[in-house]
């Protein structure tokens, strides 16, 4: 199996109320799961393959919550990617070559790969994403509804299989109309660093 390794940073928002019960075990907020997550690699390879500056994301759709099942995703591709980097990225991101996405494939089928243009900014409460017209991710700080103050919560995971830490904004827009479709405004969206690595 290819030995890989990414440093980057994730971008990820969902259905759920801001912080997601999900981080801890808990039920989904509104009983089902929608989101997903988009990654930036700043630094990264499968075996010789450089995957620096590259992006990928996973956009899925669960009944209930994560765990039990039954969900289906969509992984989308940077479409900059020349053929082997293409082809690493695919593996990362459908769980062949082990990492997160491997456990997370037990709890969805995999139903479509596509390629498209991405275009990701990350900074902080005024990251967003745009991925062809398949997503589209804005972000905006999570306000304390008496004095209307910007905050940016953190939320903790020493044991997190996708980060150990990240910070907590509101989703302003969060569009995903690509085989599976769904539409929030105000829900859970979070950014933090990542450092994966396969098998």
Known sequence: ??????????????????????????????????????????????????????????????????????GKAILLIDERGDKQQREALRKIGAGEVGGPFAVFLNTYSLKNTSYAPFEVHIDGPRSHVRIGSAVELELESIRNPVTGA??????????????????????????????????YSGTDAAVAPINWRGP
């Not at 690699?41 to 996973?58: H, K, M, P, S, Y």
């Not at 903790?156 to 569009?175: A, D, I, W």
């Open 1 to 70: 199996m290819a030995t890989w390794w990414i440093k980057g940073n994730i971008v990820q928002s969902c259905n759920c109320a801001w912080g997601c019960p999900c981080n801890f075990q808990a039920r989904p907020t509104r009983g089902d799961c929608e989101g997903g997550w988009v990654m930036h690699i700043e630094q990264g390879r499968l075996d010789d393959v450089d995957l620096a500056g590259l992006n990928f994301a996973i956009m899925a759709d669960w009944p209930g919550a994560i765990h039990e099942g039954g």
């Open 150 to 183: 910007e905050l940016s919560p953190m939320v903790v995971l020493p044991q997190g299989m996708l980060y150990n830490e990240s910070v907590r904004y509101s989703s302003k827009v969060f569009r995903v109309s690509d085989g599976i479709a769904y539409q």
